[in-house]
């Protein structure tokens, strides 16, 4: 199991920007594909991006796509989300873990994530 310690979030005004980080703790991402999902108050986690471990290759849910950007440095162990123009509705504990290794009902590990609060 990858362990991870995300970081980055705090208080954001509606159109502005921060860049979420998540390092590896204890091993390395190698060789996971790696995600960011949101868990916003009364609702289930979703998906939010995610990236290839060795193509870097990357995909966004249509809520974040123009917006986002999903990136990682290997050498670091260290994946980053840099979210643009967030909308308030976008307020979630924001979290990373593998991609594509299970479900998201089925993962149980999570790290702490880090909270995002978008102001209007």
């Known amino acids: 199991q990858v362990q991870v310690v995300e970081s980055g979030g705090g208080l954001v005004q509606a159109g502005g920007s921060l860049r979420l980080s998540c390092a590896a703790s204890?091993?390395?991402?190698?060789?996971?594909?790696m995600g960011w999902y949101r868990q916003a108050p009364g609702k289930e986690r979703e998906f939010v991006a995610s990236?290839?471990?060795?193509?870097?290759?990357?995909r966004y849910a249509d809520s974040v796509r123009g917006r986002s950007t999903n990136s990682r440095d290997n050498a670091k162990n260290t994946v980053y989300l840099q979210m643009n123009s967030p909308k308030p509705e976008e307020t979630a504990i924001y979290y990373c873990?593998?991609?594509?290794?299970?479900?998201?009902?089925?993962?149980?590990?999570w790290g702490q994530g880090t909270q995002v609060t978008v102001s209007s």
């Open positions: 204890g091993r390395s991402f190698s060789p996971y594909d």
């Open positions: 873990n593998t991609f594509g290794q299970a479900t998201i009902a089925a993962t149980t590990y």
């Open positions: 990236i290839n471990w060795s193509t870097s290759s990357t």
